[in-house]
Structure formats: structure tokens, C-alpha cells
């Protein structure tokens, strides 16, 4: 059975830092692209993120552009969001998510998803 289980939530002061983490199970995920999405209260889904295992391939949403960084570790099928220069408008649940495609930016394009870790950024 596949599972994704992020870690790394927290509160945080605007300006500060958090690293999520999404430990994958059950399945071989090298030829996977794994995504980081996040929802705000009242608002859709949205991507944030998105790495090949081999970090070839790296896209972020433009709103984290130069403050948030995704990366993988194979060895341990885990992968990492670094979240710098936090603000409150990223305040949200943040999702690991799995994806046959080599790379999504949408939520239809996963097909396996994490319960969620909760970022606070206080202003």
C-alpha cells in the first residue's frame, strides 16, 4: 500500500524558515515525479512544487520562486521542502503528493497524496 507522510509543519514568524519532509512507502517511486500542493482556508488546491527523483527536473510556482527549494533523496524516498523568507500568505495545509508523469503542476495529474502538514506564518 502506498503511503506518503509528510512532517516539518509548525508555527512560524513571517521572515522565518520551516523544512517539510515526505517520507514515500510502498512502491518503487524512481520513475515518479513527487509535488508539494497547498490549500488555504476558502481557497483551491494549489501546486508549489514539483521534483523528479533524479533532480533533473524541477518546477515551482511563482509565488515560492527563489524562497522555497525542493529536493529528494532517494536512498531514503523521501523528499524535502525548504521554505525561506516565510510569509503569512503561505500559510496553508501542505501536501506531498505522487505522480506517474514525469513532472504535474495540476491536482488531476497525482495519483497518490499525503494527509497534509499544517504551515502557520504569523505576521
Known amino acids: 500500500q502506498v503511503q506518503l507522510v509528510e512532517s516539518g509543519g509548525g508555527l512560524v514568524q513571517a521572515g522565518g524558515s520551516l523544512r517539510l519532509s515526505c517520507a514515500a512507502s510502498g512502491r518503487t517511486f524512481s520513475s515518479y515525479g513527487m509535488g508539494w500542493f497547498r490549500q488555504a482556508p476558502g481557497k483551491e488546491r494549489e501546486f508549489v512544487a514539483v521534483?523528479?527523483?533524479?533532480?533533473?527536473?524541477?518546477y515551482y510556482a511563482d509565488s515560492v520562486k527563489g524562497r522555497f527549494t525542493i529536493s529528494g533523496d532517494s536512498a531514503k524516498n523521501t523528499v524535502y521542502l525548504q521554505m525561506n523568507s516565510l510569509k503569512p500568505e503561505d500559510t496553508a495545509v501542505y501536501y506531498c503528493a505522487a505522480t506517474r508523469r514525469s513532472v504535474g503542476t495540476l491536482t488531476y495529474e497525482y495519483d497518490y497524496w499525503g494527509q497534509g502538514t499544517q504551515v502557520t506564518v504569523s505576521s
Open positions: 521534483i523528479r527523483w533524479n533532480g533533473r527536473r524541477l
